[in-house]
Every structure is written in structure tokens, then in C-alpha cells.
């Protein structure tokens, strides 16, 4: 029996956010493009509200607002009202009379109002005036940013096939823990979130590898405020569209050439002044919760290409080493053709690739997503038997699980602790509990909001 998969965590954007400091927050806000892009990603009822006071100057008393919902959306409500503190999208005040209010970030009003309004300074990247004479189609940028970042998916799967990439890439590479140095070795080798990160639809792949290369960004003297200013106008830009770079500082520059090497961006030359962005480029701001590859698989040799039958056979009609290499993470393969693979999922097979790192969720995920379009004719794409025996293949490694949480116990009154009790359910903050001896358990997450209510209702101020 072994220790449920630690999956690969790829934060959204609003998440990649939250961790940044109070200060990188308020600075960054001063780009209309990043204002548009977090409340465009904002829950439904999150922008509503901002909506509502976009146009009022002075905080908004809470009791006004959260009349504004129904009594069965309080919790939805609670929740928006963390998120947006959390992101310094507003503040709690206080304002005459003692009452409580909450106040629209000023420096994200006024960006935000131009974004949406027009008005003061130009925020959106500025296309080139002159055609250029060497224009790149759609089909052809959709081609460039594939192949670009199939290099590196390449380099992962020891492919003999793939482009040498440069140190920078190594470097994220081995920053992210997707590969490593073994000791008394020279290369490196793909580790177990390596593994999981192949198996990632593409969106999810580069919004990671942008994490992470963001990280590092003020080692190599880069300023992050310009770097997510410049990949937020990326998001707002037109696929096919050519650009100018003569406004870009020295360090934008760099950071294009990077961009350019990663296939966010095409750039013929640098001496040419501008820059295509790609279709790579145009959802970054959603992270991993879009997915571009359904717009892009359509012009593309990434379209649907297994089918799966019920025997546990796989047929890959593929001639991408690349691909061969993905499949080969957790299936047999028994026979090779020039333009087909043949393999066999088998419990080896599965366990090998669980061992890895791999989930049995990617694996279904990965199957369904580059099904054959022979497959849609008769659903499901992928045999409901396949799925399940995969899943409980992996059931059988992944006995316990373990949650991360705080212990109460020491009551001094079963009155006392069936109140607690009582609180955390209510907020699905409980994640065990016990009459014998009084005790529970609370999410790690959850502990402080425990700690508080159970002062507040203490008599002594501790347990």
C-alpha cells in the first residue's frame, strides 16, 4: 500500500496572483491590461459587483452590498469577498458611524475604467503601420509555436529527433523539478512531475513553464511588473497581427527573445521591429483553465490520433516521435509502422507509469483529449471499461490519503467540543472528527478561522 500521487500543482491565475507581495500587487495594477485580465477571469457574481461600484468613488456600506444577493448565496458571497481582498481588488474600511464598507482599489478602478471606457494613455500593444512584405499567415504561426515547444517536450522524452534548446530552458526545466542531475552524471533526466507535466494539455504546459520562469525573473534582471504587464497585452492582442518592439525597453526585449524561443511569439529577425504573437500566447492570462488546442489542433498535426478498443488495444496513427514517446508512458507497445503505433494498455504497463508520477486521471485525460474523430461517431471516445479498470489499477496503489490538518482536542466539555465540531462542518473545514475522547481534526487552510470563533466563544480565550 502506498501514499496517494502528489499531483502537479499548476496555479490559475488569480491563484499565481494571491502569492505575490501587497506592493507587486498595487504596481502591477497600474497596467490597464492586467486589470482587464483579472476581472475578466473573475467569478460571474465577483464582477457584478465590481460593476455595480465601479463608479462610486467612496466605500459602499456591507450591508448595502450584501443585500444584493439572497440569503442562499451568502456563502458564495463570503467567498467572492475573500477573492477580492485577497487580490487587493478592494478593502474592508471603516466609515462614519462606525460602519463597515468596502472600498474599490482606486489605482484598479481607474485602469480598469480606461480599459473598458477608452480614455488617457494608450495600454494595448501598437501594430505596425507598415505591411510587412514577409507576412505570416495563421497556419503558419500555428505551426511555428508547435514545433518551438515541442522541442522542449522533446528534450524531456530523450528524443533524438528534437533541436537542441538553449541553457535558459534547461535551467526552468531544472527549476520547475521537471528534470534533474542524478549524482555522478552528466545529463539530466525527466522526474515524476516531469512525467505528469507531459501529460498536461499544452494551455496548462506553457502557463506552468511561464510560472516558472517568472520565478526567476529578478535573477536574470528582469523586472516581473513589466514581464506580466507585456504577457497580459499578449492576451489581449489578434492572432495574426504583427506588432512593434520600438517602445520595448532592454528588458522586454530580452524577454521577447525568450517568448520567441518557447513559441509565444514569431519574430523573423530582431532587426525587423516586430514580432507575431501566437496562439500560445493569446489565453495566457486564464493559465490552465482554457484550453487552446481544440482552435489549434485544427490546423495543426496534433489532431485526434488513438483509438482505444475494448480489448485494451491502442492504435496511434502518428509518425511524431513525440507522440509515439507520450504513449509509451503507460502503454506496451507491441508494433511500429510508418504512420501507426500499435500498443496495449496492461496492468504493468499502468503501474510502471503510476510508479512515474503519472495519474491515472492524466492518463484518461490524455486518451480522451487526442481521441481519433472516428471516435465522436459512436461516443463514448474512450470505452467507460478502459477508463474504470485504469482508475482502479491505480486504486489499488493509492490505499490511503493523506490531508494535511490541525488536531483540537483536550475539551473540556462535550458541550465545548459540539460546538467547534459544529462550526468547522458548517464551513467544510472538518476533516475528522471523534466522540471517544473529544478530538477532531481541521484543514490546515481552515485553522485560523477555527482558532478565532473558538476564542471569541471561550470563556477563558483558550481551549
Known sequence: ???????????????????????????????????????????????????????????????????????????????????????????????????????????????????????????????????????????????????RWECVLHFMVGSHQHEAISSDALQILQHAGLMKKEPGENQLSITKDGFQFLLMDTSAQVWYFLLQYLDTANS???DLIDCLGFLFQLSFSTLGQDYSTDSMNDGLQKFLQHLREFGLVYQRKRKDGRFYPTRLALDIAAGPKKSMLNSLNASSQTTGYIVVETNYRVYAYTDSSLQVALIALFCELIYRFPNLVVGIITRESVREALKRGITADQIVSFLRQHAHSECYKEPPVLPSTIADQIKLWAIERDRFLYKDGVLYNQFDSQADFEILRNYAQERGLLVWHTLNGRKMVVTKEGHDEVRKFWKRHSRNGSM
Open 220 to 222: 536574470r534582471n528582469l
Open 1 to 147: 500500500m502506498s501514499v496517494q500521487q502528489r499531483t502537479l500543482d499548476c496555479k490559475d491565475l488569480h491563484s499565481y496572483l494571491k502569492t505575490l507581495p501587497a506592493a507587486v500587487l498595487d504596481r502591477l495594477y497600474n497596467h490597464p491590461a492586467t486589470c482587464l485580465a483579472v476581472f475578466r477571469e473573475l467569478p460571474e457574481l465577483s464582477r457584478i459587483y465590481i460593476m455595480r461600484i465601479l463608479f462610486v468613488d467612496q466605500a459602499v456600506p456591507k450591508a448595502i452590498m450584501g443585500s444584493w444577493v439572497s440569503p442562499n448565496s451568502a456563502r458564495e458571497l463570503e467567498d467572492i469577498v475573500k477573492l477580492l481582498t485577497d487580490l487587493r481588488v478592494w478593502q474592508e474600511v471603516e466609515m462614519q458611524g462606525g460602519l463597515k464598507g468596502w472600498l474599490l482599489n482606486p489605482t484598479f478602478r481607474r485602469n480598469l475604467k480606461g480599459a473598458l471606457l477608452g480614455g488617457g494613455n494608450e495600454w494595448s500593444m501598437k501594430p505596425n503601420t507598415d505591411a510587412d512584405p514577409k507576412a505570416r499567415g495563421i497556419a503558419v504561426l500555428d505551426e511555428y509555436a508547435m514545433g
